[in-house]
């Protein structure tokens, strides 16, 4: 009765284990007013009970409920939504916002779908369609609604339900099926570009917006995006950055792909819960050298930058900015006032030195 089900909700499965564990503390998957909450967590206290369990159906029983899906956007961390396992499994409820723990939802039941688990498997189950859905298409028929006014009684009414019951603070939705869906379907995401493949292609761009053949008025969005009218370099987000690089596989396929595989290599990147290695893809500059990476401290995230090396946090580093015009947009002063032409550290507009193991350029 402890196993998941292929279709069971994380808020259901939650509650089942606490159940059958003789635990009634119910808040981690219940607001006061005896309502699902739609990003349940296990208390730290019960983290315990969930430790046996395989943390890839941990995912997947998060992803079927709408949670732990990937992140879309080229430049997103391909590792962020592995990290909801701990959180709702391990953590407790502290590593949620406020906001999250303020979303809701009803408890919806089919009192034929609960008979038939029973039959067949010798328990029930509320399923993660059920999240936001009014209508049970299986059998034709609306769904129950569990109206409690608090959490103990919802608590009570819920095991009922379980047991194959209809609560008397229950009652049946008017409808016949054109409900919306919950959207559970996990969408495989391309692959990942990390920051310093990001930066590095923000440059190529810049440098050849003007070059790239195509329609008239593509070349003429990628450059409103990238550059001023003035010809100074634009600040320039990752939704923004994205988008030019839709502009150009869609019409130059050939030539990002080429871009890309000349300067890229793709590696695996990892996620470590309890003993388990969750693992995805990410395309990272081929000369990269993760363990003195310093992009981090210009604001990147990166699912790498765990392994950057302790001395590379030191106080006395200064930090280099791959050309002028960059400088200048977060900085609000010109480049050269605090990097004088000759000095060490400073950087024609030829960026590429940064990225080929930071070389010295007079």
């Not at 499965?13 to 967590?41: K, T």
Request: charged content about 25%.
């Amino acid at each position: 009765m402890k196993q998941l089900q292929g279709d069971e909700s994380v808020q259901s499965f939650i509650f089942r284990v606490l159940m059958l564990n003789g635990e009634s503390d119910f808040a981690g998957v219940l607001n006061r007013m005896g309502e699902w909450r739609a990003f349940p967590f296990v208390a730290t206290m019960h983290s315990h009970l969930f430790r046996h369990y395989d943390p890839e159906y941990l995912l997947s029983v998060l992803q079927r409920s709408a949670i732990a899906n990937p992140v879309a956007g080229m430049f997103s961390n391909p590792l962020s939504h592995f990290e909801l396992v701990p959180t709702v499994f391990r953590n407790g409820v502290e590593n949620y916002s406020q906001q999250t723990q303020n979303n809701f939802l009803k408890v919806n039941f089919c009192v034929d779908c609960i008979a038939d688990d029973l039959k067949n498997c010798g328990f029930g189950f509320f399923r993660a369609e059920w999240l936001n859905q009014k209508y049970c298409h299986h059998h034709k028929k609306a769904l129950f609604n569990l109206t409690g006014k608090s959490q103990s009684v919802a608590a009570s009414n819920i095991q009922k339900a379980l047991r194959g019951e209809i609560p008397t603070k229950c009652e049946q939705y008017d409808c016949y099926g054109d409900q919306t869906s919950l959207g559970t379907d996990v969408v495989e995401n391309d692959v990942k570009f990390a920051p310093c493949l990001q930066k590095r292609l923000l440059h190529w761009l810049r440098k050849n917006c003007m070059q790239l053949e195509g329609e008239t008025n593509d070349t003429e969005r990628i450059t409103s995006i990238l550059m001023k009218k003035t010809g100074m370099y634009a600040q320039v987000d990752e939704v923004q950055l994205e988008n030019v690089c839709n502009i150009v596989k869609d019409n130059h396929p050939n030539v990002f792909k080429a871009f890309v595989n000349e300067q890229s290599e793709e590696i695996y990147t990892s996620f470590k819960f309890d003993s388990h290695l969750f693992k995805n893809k990410l395309k990272v500059i081929k000369e990269r050298n993760c363990s003195i990476c310093k992009l981090h401290r210009e604001g990147y995230q990166c699912s790498e930058s765990k392994i950057i090396s302790v001395a590379m946090k030191e106080t006395n580093y200064k930090l280099l900015h791959e050309n002028p015009c960059d400088y200048y947009l977060t900085n609000k002063r010109p480049y050269w006032n605090d990097y004088p032409l000759g000095g060490s550290n400073a950087i024609k507009d030829d960026v590429w030195s940064v990225f080929n193991k930071i070389k010295e350029v007079n």
